[in-house]
């Protein structure tokens, strides 16, 4: 600790253990004298266990590394976003990790998914409406969920007003929660619009779940190239995973087109994720597929994509 003397400026060091001591037999202030000028000076005791407990939190702040931010996005729709950002982000928890979950789209479907009806999310946080711990929702151990919805429509629309730093407006609103988790997942609607940009200026890993159909394939070169132009003004943001959905093995083009997509993308590729019918059922019992259909085919291709994203082989084995 820290006291400075009001009369020379001078800074003198005072053990903690001390000013705990006089904390502890409720005296509101000590007696200090300046080892420069003589000075006599009171000093609240108070005041001085506020400032310690201030330098402690920034220094807790300080130590804590900011979370992997990955965004789930495509332009093309049905190719299983939603469902890969939920389950990814339950099999991250489950494996330990704390993970927050923000929802872009304005289906609001991720916390339909995990059995939520959030009373506020992602619009209230970015229009500042209400702080951070009101619009969080605590969907499982480990992981919460920063909910999304119609609202955002309108948000969309502050975005476009803005004539001056308009693409950064979703990382200033996160900003704040950084520190605060292990991973931050963000699921993002189709198409191309003003909060994609800003999920592309936040996040600096891009995760791209691609249907194994000739349009998915096709929507997913022309990401590619608009993901590029990102790219020049932002060189953080990296595509760092293709996850192949909607495996069927038991015809030939889905296969061959997986063949291709590991040609093409080879570092990039993760495993496929198998078509399952308890992909589609989970969501209506508010299940993820490793509550629902544990021993499922998908179940384990999603805990192959948590070891893969986390880099822990031994992760949910």
Request: aromatic share 8%; glycine share 6%.
């Amino acid at each position: 600790m820290i006291i400075v003397c009001p009369q020379c400026a001078r800074k003198h060091k005072v053990s903690p253990d001390a000013i705990h001591a006089y904390a502890k037999k409720n005296k509101k202030s000590l007696l200090a004298t300046c080892r420069s000028c003589s000075y006599k000076f009171r000093v609240s005791i108070e005041s001085l266990m506020e400032t310690e407990g201030k330098a402690a939190s920034r220094a807790n702040q300080a130590n804590q590394k900011p979370a992997r931010k990955i965004c789930v996005t495509l332009s093309k729709g049905g190719v299983g976003k939603t469902t890969t950002s939920v389950n990814l982000a339950a099999g991250l928890s489950l494996a330990g990790y704390k993970v927050l979950l923000v929802d872009t789209d304005t289906q609001g479907q991720s916390a339909y998914m995990l059995g939520k009806k959030p009373k506020a999310g992602l619009t209230e946080l970015m229009t500042r409406e209400l702080p951070a711990e009101d619009c969080l929702v605590e969907a499982r151990k480990n992981l919460w969920i920063l909910g999304g919805g119609k609202s955002l429509a309108g948000v969309k629309r502050i975005i476009d007003r803005k004539s001056f730093g308009a693409e950064w407006t979703l990382s200033e609103a996160l900003a704040p929660l950084d520190t605060q988790f292990d991973f931050i997942l963000i699921d993002t609607s189709p198409g191309w619009d003003q909060l994609i940009v800003n999920v592309l200026f936040y996040a600096e890993e891009v995760m791209v779940p691609v249907a194994l159909e000739i349009m998915p394939l096709h929507g997913m070169s022309e990401f590619v190239k608009s993901l590029g132009a990102i790219q020049k003004y932002r060189k953080e943001i990296q595509l760092k995973y293709i996850v192949p959905t909607f495996l069927d093995t038991r015809i030939k083009g889905p296969q061959s087109l997986y063949q291709e997509l590991k040609k093409l993308y080879p570092q990039l590729l993760c495993a496929p994720v198998r078509y399952n019918e308890s992909l589609s059922e989970a969501p209506s019992f508010g299940k993820t597929i490793f509550e629902f259909a544990p021993g499922a085919n998908a179940s384990e291709d999603y805990r192959s994509l948590v070891r893969r994203v986390s880099g822990n082989q031994s992760a949910l084995v």
